[in-house]
């Protein structure tokens, strides 16, 4: 294989991808980090499962409160520092290379690659807050931003303005940064798909050895509980919407058989592929996501328009003041929400960024960094603008259930209260309920042969079962995690992953680092200009 530079790449090294491997229940694993990541995993399970549901939520949250009062300033400064290095990188001589060296082809479409890179990185989230979020800043529901007065113009603002900040350019820059740390080093260096392979340059060959089995462990258990989370709540909003469609009790049962449902479904999509499974769904995703998002904004045309407004207004006048983590009046709201979220993109980042490195072969460092950024920020500028603008809007009108309530009273029934406004709302709740599932579906499908790929040495091509294996403990990491978190369960889900990703927040400013030693390497220096002597 060759390389513009051999620097930093396999040909530098004498480890060879997998040879750490060894074949056992026929399956082709990394040994030591297959080994520890279910076995802490099932550790985990179980001392949850062992221990009362209170006493374990009570342990979680202490825990949580440890890590909000002294590094919540680690969460907000690293989101910055990685939309910042992201913006410079992609601007920069350094935005030219190419993944896969420069007559690399792209292996799928733009539109099947943003469908898949857009479905695996905000789909169920999407769902679930886009009418909860805003409606709550707008109601003061858990504090608002920036401590603006709620129910007023200036509140209505910031609450859209502050939603997009959450699902704008730093979410996408802490998944960018990863995707694009990996896939410079899988495809441009020859290294293993593995966490263990972005510090190459600062590590050497330790690498290969302890240190990279704790890096690439610690990936996995961080990816499987930012993954829990995304299916705890996609599961607790499904059962709120199948209750609510078709009259079914709400309880931690339907949530339950939702998930294992959705595990079957999960393992159907991985027998067939990336192509057939994934791909497939993703598309889907984006096709019934878009017709859904074209009717709400038919039925409130007017309305929509000035939340777009109004949303982006609110973003741009503010995304400096809330990028700050000191001199904040409104910490309440600060932990609650913008901390919790990094920490979601944080932990949710590695799954990702194995994802999307995956699939992104052939595009230039330039290009992938500005379409992982601003088509999915546009895209969930618009949901959140549209949902989150009609939903506030009928607080202010008082029509329907959240105009009656003056806001929300149970966060997973949120949209479909709001859709109950309109005579044919069964139907779009419906179409709500099918999109969360497929969504549902498309997030543990990827995030299963994600951590496959981590417990593999890096492989590419595994077999199946391995795949299979990981969808299993994801669900039952996220069954575990609504079980003890019972009428709090949101606030479980929340606890664990801000308490995972803490470390991660520091592993990826630090990948950061070794990226740009890496793209140095294929800068082409200038010569030197030397004087003839004649």
Not at 300 to 321: E, H, M, Q, R
Request: glycine letters at 10%; hydrophobic letters at 55%; one cysteine or more.
């Amino acid at each position: 294989m060759g390389f513009k530079s051999e620097k930093y790449s396999i040909e530098s090294t004498d480890y060879q991808v997998g040879q750490d491997n060894i074949s056992k229940w026929g399956m082709d694993i990394h040994n030591t980090v297959f080994i520890a990541s279910v076995g802490l995993s099932l550790l985990f399970i179980i001392t949850l499962l062992a221990l009362p549901p209170t006493d374990a939520k009570a342990a979680i949250d202490s825990l949580k409160g440890s890590v909000l009062a002294n590094f919540d300033f680690l969460f907000m400064w690293g989101a910055n520092i990685l939309l910042i290095v992201a913006i410079i990188i992609a601007f920069s001589p350094l935005g030219k290379i190419r993944l896969g060296g420069d007559d690399a082809k792209p292996d799928y479409s733009k539109a099947s690659w943003i469908s898949m890179l857009f479905a695996a990185g905000m789909g169920i989230g999407l769902i679930f807050w886009g009418v909860a979020e805003p409606t709550a800043f707008f109601t003061n529901w858990f504090g608002t931003p920036l401590n603006v007065e709620p129910f007023t113009e200036a509140g209505r603002e910031l609450a859209l303005g502050a939603t997009v900040f959450h699902w704008g350019l730093h979410a996408w820059a802490i998944y960018g940064m990863t995707a694009l740390c990996l896939a410079y080093f899988v495809y441009n260096k020859g290294l293993p798909l593995s966490m263990r392979s972005v510090f190459y340059p600062l590590l050497g060959d330790r690498v290969w050895g302890k240190t990279g089995d704790v890096i690439d462990i610690l990936t996995v258990l961080v990816t499987l509980f930012g993954l829990a989370t995304s299916l705890g709540l996609g599961g607790s909003q499904a059962a709120s919407g199948i209750s609510h469609v078709f009259g079914m009790e709400n309880n931690i049962y339907l949530q339950q058989a939702i998930i294992v449902l959705i595990m079957g479904l999960a393992i159907i999509s991985v027998l067939r592929g990336m192509d057939g499974g994934v791909k497939f769904l993703s598309n889907l995703n984006m096709v019934i996501a878009f017709v859904f998002l074209g009717l709400i904004a038919v039925l409130n045309f007017t309305t929509v328009l000035d939340s777009l407004v109004t949303a982006l207004t609110g973003y741009v006048k503010n995304i400096i003041p809330l990028s700050q983590s000191s001199g904040r009046e409104d910490t309440t709201w600060l932990h609650g929400w913008t901390v919790f979220y990094w920490a979601w993109w944080v932990a949710y980042a590695p799954f990702f960024g194995m994802f999307v490195a995956r699939i992104s072969k052939g595009r230039t460092v330039r290009e992938f960094l500005l379409c992982v950024m601003l088509i999915p920020t546009m895209v969930t500028t618009a949901w959140m603008s549209i949902f989150g603008g009609v939903a506030i809007q009928q607080v202010i009108d008082k029509v329907g259930l959240l105009g009656a309530q003056q806001g929300i009273s149970d966060v997973s029934l949120s949209l479909f209260h709001m859709l109950d406004a309109y005579p044919f709302g069964d139907i779009l709740s419906f179409i709500a309920v099918a999109l969360i599932i497929v969504f549902f579906v498309t997030t543990l499908d990827s995030g299963s042969i994600v951590i496959d790929g981590m417990t593999a040495g890096g492989k590419l091509e595994v077999p199946v079962k391995q795949k299979v294996v990981w969808a299993v403990i994801s669900g039952a990491i996220a069954m575990i995690m609504l079980w003890i978190g019972g009428t709090e369960s949101i606030q479980a889900l929340q606890s664990i992953t801000i308490i995972a990703a803490m470390p991660f927040t520091i592993i990826l400013l630090l990948g950061c680092v070794s990226l740009l030693k890496g793209l140095l390497t294929e800068v082409d220096k200038p010569k030197v200009a030397t004087k003839r002597v004649n």
